[in-house]
């Protein structure tokens, strides 16, 4: 067998596979061989028909198929031992009829060249990154959120905005009295949570109210048309539900009230782990670095957009021989047009040179995905998911359980091996380039991340 590689452009060449009897005719022999065995044939007991047979009956179609595996093994050989970067895949130039008289045969594969981008990323590179103001606002409102996540609710005298409301819920007739006929609705033992409530005039309704005092409101309105939460609210099926569309009078019972946690021992432990944090000082600067910590990740997001930014204004003006590569297109979905490809191209295109920029990045900066990597990522997951459910400072074999189950998902594993490669592909990129750091105002970063807002 005979390959030769010749580029007959910039951006493209052509491979040539010359093919003959002896490369392939061991291989047609034993798939005839194979089809004797497992097949019945008409006429012949199992396993007992001559190759020469076989070939009449099957030949045509096992040379062709035989000689296309010895002829796209070879040419993948061919490509990985030349180290031929190309896109997409080789495609067959032209159709090549199989003969069952010949015995040598032709085949030329078109192939589009991976560009050549000449990356230089290198400390003469300068990317900025900005890193948010943690301010004293931040930290007290941090502060008081994590005193009322780890308060304790109790009997209040007044509804705050954060009370539970409980009491009877009576439907009001036309004229604002409680209705009495048999189809109204009433809730002996009702309660509310006004702080949940997705109309806020319902919700001031019941700020500042009392123990027995009386609130006209409107569940519909307060749900915000919602027919679930109506139906929940007031203890019916969605169908009455649906038509509670008036108001409803509440009487107020029992207030439930959060009393914020203290400054001791026990919340330090609550929030930071135990014995990590000891006094009101090691407190603030925990608070600080948590806060700190939190907004981290919206620099990173940042830093990506500007490197890709980058990345994409100085070795997107690439060289590709687009005719080639709308012909892989076409060829690896069947259910494409042409005319489909040649309206979307151009959207498509920018895409095409992120996945072929990016992959030039992680292959010059070495960035490679490990288990290890996917591991820590979904431990990072599950322990953002056990947070939302108030599970804090889980343990590392309780979050560790949690990330392997996430990653036996082979959906979510693909979908977080994906994030992974991105993360390490730009990380690999800020600890290669030159950083110009800067700390600036929430407001300032909102307007950097989204100019078109600020404007």
Known sequence: MEIKFEKNGETSGVITVNVTEADYEAKVTEKLKEIGKKHTIPGFRKGHISVPELRKRFGREVKSESINDVVISAVFDYIKDNDIQILGQPMPAEAT????????????????????????????VTLPFYKIEVTDEMVEEQDKNLCERFGTQEPGDEVDSKAVVKG???????????????????????????????????ENLFIGKHVNDKVVFNPMKASGDQIAEVASMLNVDKEKAAQATGDFQFVISEIIVIKPASHDQ????????KDNVHNEEEYKTALRNMIANSLMPNSFQLFNRDAHDYLMKTYGDMKIDND????????????LTAEQLDADYDKMLPSIKWDIISGEVAKKLDVKVTEEDLLARAKFIAGQQLQQYGMMNMDEETITDFGKRILSDKNYRKQIADEVEDLKMFDAVRNSVNIDEKTVTLDEFRKLANPEAAE
């Open 97 to 124: 009829e199989i003969d069952l008289k010949q015995k040598d045969y032709e085949f030329k594969y078109d192939v589009a060249l991976w560009p050549e981008l000449n990356l230089k990323l290198d400390k003469d």
């Open 168 to 202: 009877a819920i009576m439907q009001l007739d036309a004229d604002g009295n409680v209705a009495t006929g048999e189809d109204s609705i009433m809730v002996e033992n009702g309660i509310v949570a006004p702080f949940l409530f997705k109309d806020k005039e319902q």
């Open 266 to 273: 026990d919340f330090y432990d609550n929030v930071f782990g």
């Open 324 to 335: 080639l590569l709308k012909k892989f297109i076409l060829m690896s979905d069947r259910n």
